[in-house]
């Protein structure tokens, strides 16, 4: 294996996933979003890591877990670069960078205490108008949520 | 346009908002008919308004309708903890059309999505509040003879005013130039900017009231609040700036308009009333004919 060439900062895990390519300062928002404090099997994560590509980075490797693709969208507004590799035997069975899909249908809450989703029971909609930086509007009171302002439901 | 809500200015197209403007002038010409005479309008009002509710169910009494509903919410099932949800589901039960006005930002939406009938939103919180659009729309049209390539001029509190944010985005399908007077504080907001640079519209800022008034057509005065601002000085500061005098309208073109979507406090003073340019009242008056013509609209009747 060409990629585990290298010495790893965090032991491989031989089933589960791995999230891999996290910007340092969300690794703990990732854990919380995954609800991975509340999680019965190995965790191993670490943040501040040397990166090529983003400076510094964080990963997470989860024990004997695979996603639902739902849960993955929650990752994009933290982590949109974030990539998900699957792991069998210590090997690598499939690896994909997570999208930001256009709409983000429930989830995040919105920002505004005076928006409806805050007071009737309905799931929250968004348009995802700036993914880079991500910015997220309303469907209902069609005010923008940042990274700044989010919270998950 | 049958059956079709509308809760923000934008869910309806240019030419949309135009055959609206079209029927009202029709209405003016005839207000009183009886083409709703077999109709019930719910006017859902969660919290109070004057103008907003009274033009709307004058508008549904001229033309022979009969009008339901509430005026504040207090002794309403709200009151008693009742969501919106079941308050809209129920009320369409007995009325062809609702209209709402509600506090809570988003509220009109929800309702346009759950309810059976459609839903006219007659303002959600700071949010929406599109038949004063349409009715300044109308009274720039009635005023000007046109739409197209005008000068507006937007005093005061840019940057809350939802009715400003509205008629920026509504007239940007118009070759409009605006000229944008606000304190620092109280600027448009980007977010509504967005829609005139798309467009490449021309704009221009002003932090005073000023020789501008003589290239424009359209001056439309809102009220600047003191509960906006951070530092009570600064509101101390500029109070009697944004007041406007019938001396600074004396140099303005013979079709220059003065609106203001109303209530007004002391931002216009009372002396500009008696100018032939102070627009206000008619402007008031025009939101019946909008109002009738948007529901003889939704309801199919023209």
């Known amino acids: ?153 | 346009m049958k059956n079709k809500s509308l809760v923000s200015i934008n869910d309806y197209s240019k030419e949309e908002q135009l055959r609206i403007l079209e029927v009202a002038q029709e209405f003016e010409k005839k207000p009183v008919q009886t083409i709703l005479q077999d109709y019930v309008v719910a006017s859902l009002f969660f919290e109070p308004s004057t103008r907003t509710r009274l033009s709307f169910e004058s508008a549904v009494n001229r033309l022979g309708g009969k009008v339901i509903g509430f005026s504040e919410a207090t002794n309403t099932s709200v009151k008693k903890g009742e969501s919106l949800r079941d308050t809209i589901l129920t009320i369409a039960n007995y009325s062809d059309l609702i209209v709402m006005r509600n506090p809570v930002e988003g509220s009109a939406r929800f309702a346009s999505e759950i309810s059976p009938v459609p839903i006219i939103n007659a303002g959600d919180g700071a949010n929406q509040h599109p038949t004063q659009t349409l009715l300044d729309l109308y009274s720039i049209q009635k005023t000007q003879g046109t739409l197209d390539n005008l000068h507006v001029a937007l005093v005061g509190d840019l940057k809350y005013g939802r009715t400003v944010h509205s008629l920026v985005i509504a007239m940007c399908n118009f070759n409009t130039t605006f000229h944008l007077i606000s304190p620092l504080e109280l600027k448009l907001p980007s977010s509504v900017k967005m829609h005139i640079k798309e467009k490449n519209l021309s704009y221009f800022q002003y932090t005073e009231m000023n020789e501008v008034f003589s290239h424009a057509d359209i001056l439309y005065m809102t009220r600047i609040q003191r509960e906006r601002f951070s530092d009570p000085l600064e509101f101390e500061r500029i109070k009697n700036s944004y007041i406007l005098h019938k001396d600074m309208i004396a140099n303005t073109k013979d079709s220059f308009k003065v609106l203001h979507p109303l209530p007004r406090v002391n931002e216009i003073d009372i002396q500009v009333d008696s100018s032939e340019k102070a627009y206000y009242f008619e402007q008031a008056l025009n939101g019946v004919y909008v109002r009738q013509a948007l529901m003889a609209l939704i309801l199919g009747l023209r």
């Open chain 1, 1 to 153: 294996m060409g990629q585990i060439r290298k010495e790893l900062k965090v032991s491989a895990i031989e089933n589960g996933t791995v999230i891999d390519h996290i910007p340092a300062s969300a690794v703990f928002q990732v854990i919380r979003i995954l609800k991975l404090e509340a999680f019965g099997n190995m965790v191993l994560f670490a943040t501040n890591l040397e990166s090529k590509i983003f400076g510094t980075k964080g990963i997470i490797k989860v024990s004997n877990k695979n996603f639902e693709a739902e849960e993955l969208n929650k990752i994009s507004l933290v982590a949109p670069h974030a990539s998900i590799i699957d792991i069998r035997d210590f090997e690598v069975i499939s690896k994909k960078i997570v999208e930001t899909p256009d709409q983000i249908i429930g989830i995040v809450k919105c920002f505004n205490p005076n928006c409806v989703t805050n007071v009737e029971q309905l799931a929250t909609k968004f348009s995802v108008v700036d993914k880079e930086d991500i910015r997220l509007k309303c469907h209902y009171c069609e005010k923008i949520t940042t990274r700044k302002t989010m919270e998950f439901r």
